[in-house]
Each structure stands twice: as structure tokens, then as C-alpha cells.
């Protein structure tokens, strides 16, 4: 049990103020433009923005060692310019854009609490800018898990993959990496696809991925395929929009076919692991009715449409929780 006390209660009060400084300061890219040394003029310039709030905006962010000052002269110093620079391939900024977006539907928490009703679009429904932002930032997560799921997968006797609304093909990239005999189906919208034909058309294993472009909510899915992957999804949908899912997965799946489920797998009492509790917050101001699941939440609707042999293969707190089911 946490030791509160007045300071630490109101520390927590103030904990967003150092977080929307680090969305503001992406959102306007300041530390793309802060790689090398600028005056308050210089970069007021470049960004056209006002001078006296950029003046204050910069200096908090100096405050938290974000920027250094010197000589009237900002800067972004390594390792911080390499994660926040939209120019770095290592940039994490994608996934603060849709930290941002996020921020939006969190500001709506108290009156979602109170009415059960949230104002936001259905889940992955974003304007043009949004989607990318929220479609690349999954790539940023998933480069780091993905060659361990693949590992942890043991997919080594399954030859065709289908990964469901896998945005630009990180997951089905790792799985063909790991597994030199298999191909892989890309399922996701067409405006998803596009992105990943751009991410993609360098990839070592491009020619073994076929991209197809559909809404696994309306559209069935891609048939002939001995494993088909769920990776982060199944957290948007109610519990019946699930079944639904699952029935058009099992219909995709050879005789003796695998399903693979990647989410927050919670555990019973649903207030771990931390992560999920939080997550499912989430889900509650930007979607109808989307949750993070328990195993058993998640084996009654494998099993309502006809998947037998569920057992989760490994817990997690980064929802890289992993539950497998098999059709007969």
C-alpha cells in the first residue's frame, strides 16, 4: 500500500503539467527544429508562432532537461533529440502525437464517468493527420515486441499468417523474419494499406506479404490460412463485437488453424496488471465499448463461436499478454 500524503496527493494533481509541455513541444515540433542551436528569434521564426509564449514554453522545457540553454541560444541535446526529432529513425514522436489525441478524449473523463456516453469517433476512425500519427506510433511500439512475440509464438509449423488490422505490417514483418517458410496476409483499411506499401517497399521479406485492404467490422476476412494473428484489437470491441471477430478468424482458418491474441490479458480482480487498468480508461472515453479483458472474459468468446484449447502463453504488462486457441 502506497504512504500518502498531502505532497505526494498534490504532486499527482500536478503530474500532467510536465506531460503537456512534452505533447506541446511535439505537436509543434520544436525539437526537430532545436537538433542545432537557435536564438528565441530564430525558432519563433521558424515555427510562426508568438514570441513571449514560445519564450516560456521553451524555458519550461529547458526546466525539465528537454532543452539546454546557453548564450541566449536553444538546443535539444542526444539522447533526447534523437527520440524526439521527427527527422531520427529512432523518433518516438508519432507516439506522442497520439498522446495528444489522446489528452483530447482523457479531458472528457469526468462527464464519460457520469453519463456513460463518449463524444469520440469509434476506434481507429481518425481525420487524415490523426490516423498516421496513431498508425506509425503503433510502429514505434511494436518494432521493440514484436521479434519477441514472434519467438515466443513457436510458430515454426504454420506456413500462411494472417494479421488482422496489422497497420504497416510490423508484426506479420517480424513473423517472416522469424520463420524463412512462411507468407503472410496483411488485412487492414485502405487508407492503412497505403501506409504500409510505403513502409514496407524496402522490407527483405516485402515478397512475401500480400496486402489487402478491407474492414474486418463488415468485410470478411482473407481464407486459407493455418495462423492468423490479433495483435492489440480485440481492446476496442465490446464483448460482442469480439464474438464477431472471432467467428470471421475461425472462418479464416485451415482445419486445425491457430489464433493468436495480443492484448492487456487482465487478471481477474481486473486491476492488474497496472497497465491494462489504466489502458481500459482509455478504451472507456474512445470507444462504445471497448475494455481490457480477462483470460476467461476472452476464452468464453473463443469458445462461443467454436475455437476448443485456449490457454494464455504468456502474461505481460506492455499488452504483450498472449492467449491461443486452435479450431479443430
Same mark, same amino acid.
Given at each position: 500500500m502506497r504512504n500518502w500524503n498531502?505532497?505526494?496527493i498534490l504532486n499527482l494533481s500536478r503530474a500532467f503539467m510536465e506531460s503537456r509541455l512534452l505533447l506541446s513541444g511535439a505537436e509543434i515540433d520544436v525539437f526537430t527544429h532545436l537538433s542545432s542551436p537557435k536564438t528565441l528569434d530564430e525558432i519563433t521564426s521558424l515555427l510562426e508562432?508568438?514570441?513571449?509564449?514560445?519564450?516560456i514554453l521553451l524555458d519550461a522545457l529547458t526546466a525539465m532537461k528537454l532543452l539546454e540553454k546557453e548564450d541566449?541560444?536553444?538546443?535539444?541535446?542526444?539522447?533526447a533529440a534523437s527520440l524526439l526529432s521527427s527527422e531520427s529513425e529512432h523518433s518516438v514522436r508519432?507516439?506522442?502525437l497520439h498522446s495528444a489525441s489522446v489528452w483530447q478524449r482523457w479531458s472528457l473523463l469526468s462527464d464519460v464517468v457520469r453519463?456513460?456516453?463518449?463524444?469520440?469517433p469509434p476506434a481507429g476512425l481518425f481525420e487524415k493527420e490523426e490516423l498516421t500519427a496513431f498508425i506509425f506510433a503503433m510502429h514505434v511500439v511494436g518494432r521493440h515486441m514484436a521479434d519477441e512475440i514472434a519467438v515466443i509464438a513457436k510458430a515454426q509449423a504454420s506456413r500462411a499468417l494472417l494479421d488482422v488490422g496489422g497497420a504497416t505490417g510490423t508484426y506479420a514483418e517480424a513473423f517472416l523474419n522469424q520463420y524463412p517458410e512462411m507468407r503472410a496476409t496483411l488485412f487492414d483499411r485502405p487508407a492503412v494499406i497505403e501506409m504500409a506499401e510505403t513502409r514496407l517497399a524496402s522490407s527483405p521479406v516485402r515478397k512475401r506479404i500480400t496486402l489487402s485492404s478491407g474492414d474486418f467490422y463488415t468485410d470478411p476476412l482473407p481464407a486459407g490460412h493455418d495462423l492468423v494473428l490479433l495483435s492489440a484489437i480485440i481492446h476496442q470491441n465490446s464483448p460482442e463485437q469480439n464474438v464477431a471477430l472471432y467467428k470471421k478468424c475461425f472462418d479464416a482458418l485451415t482445419p486445425r488453424g491457430r489464433l493468436l491474441v495480443r492484448d492487456h490479458v487482465m487478471q481477474p480482480d481486473r486491476v492488474k496488471p497496472e497497465g491494462g487498468a489504466l489502458f481500459a480508461v482509455n478504451m472507456l472515453v474512445a470507444t462504445e465499448g471497448g475494455n481490457c479483458y480477462t483470460f476467461e472474459d476472452? #476464452?468464453? *468468446?473463443?469458445?462461443?463461436v467454436g475455437f476448443v484449447n485456449a490457454r494464455q502463453i #504468456?502474461? *505481460?504488462?506492455?499488452?504483450?499478454?498472449l492467449v491461443e486457441a486452435y479450431k479443430p
Amino acid at each position: 500500500m502506497r504512504n500518502w500524503n498531502s505532497d505526494s496527493i498534490l504532486n499527482l494533481s500536478r503530474a500532467f503539467m510536465e506531460s503537456r509541455l512534452l505533447l506541446s513541444g511535439a505537436e509543434i515540433d520544436v525539437f526537430t527544429h532545436l537538433s542545432s542551436p537557435k536564438t528565441l528569434d530564430e525558432i519563433t521564426s521558424l515555427l510562426e508562432s508568438d514570441r513571449r509564449a514560445t519564450e516560456i514554453l521553451l524555458d519550461a522545457l529547458t526546466a525539465m532537461k528537454l532543452l539546454e540553454k546557453e548564450d541566449e541560444r536553444y538546443h535539444c541535446p542526444e539522447p533526447a533529440a534523437s527520440l524526439l526529432s521527427s527527422e531520427s529513425e529512432h523518433s518516438v514522436r508519432p507516439m506522442i502525437l497520439h498522446s495528444a489525441s489522446v489528452w483530447q478524449r482523457w479531458s472528457l473523463l469526468s462527464d464519460v464517468v457520469r453519463t456513460g456516453n463518449t463524444a469520440a469517433p469509434p476506434a481507429g476512425l481518425f481525420e487524415k493527420e490523426e490516423l498516421t500519427a496513431f498508425i506509425f506510433a503503433m510502429h514505434v511500439v511494436g518494432r521493440h515486441m514484436a521479434d519477441e512475440i514472434a519467438v515466443i509464438a513457436k510458430a515454426q509449423a504454420s506456413r500462411a499468417l494472417l494479421d488482422v488490422g496489422g497497420a504497416t505490417g510490423t508484426y506479420a514483418e517480424a513473423f517472416l523474419n522469424q520463420y524463412p517458410e512462411m507468407r503472410a496476409t496483411l488485412f487492414d483499411r485502405p487508407a492503412v494499406i497505403e501506409m504500409a506499401e510505403t513502409r514496407l517497399a524496402s522490407s527483405p521479406v516485402r515478397k512475401r506479404i500480400t496486402l489487402s485492404s478491407g474492414d474486418f467490422y463488415t468485410d470478411p476476412l482473407p481464407a486459407g490460412h493455418d495462423l492468423v494473428l490479433l495483435s492489440a484489437i480485440i481492446h476496442q470491441n465490446s464483448p460482442e463485437q469480439n464474438v464477431a471477430l472471432y467467428k470471421k478468424c475461425f472462418d479464416a482458418l485451415t482445419p486445425r488453424g491457430r489464433l493468436l491474441v495480443r492484448d492487456h490479458v487482465m487478471q481477474p480482480d481486473r486491476v492488474k496488471p497496472e497497465g491494462g487498468a489504466l489502458f481500459a480508461v482509455n478504451m472507456l472515453v474512445a470507444t462504445e465499448g471497448g475494455n481490457c479483458y480477462t483470460f476467461e472474459d476472452i #476464452r468464453s *468468446g473463443l469458445y462461443a463461436v467454436g475455437f476448443v484449447n485456449a490457454r494464455q502463453i #504468456r502474461d *505481460g504488462g506492455r499488452m504483450d499478454g498472449l492467449v491461443e486457441a486452435y479450431k479443430p
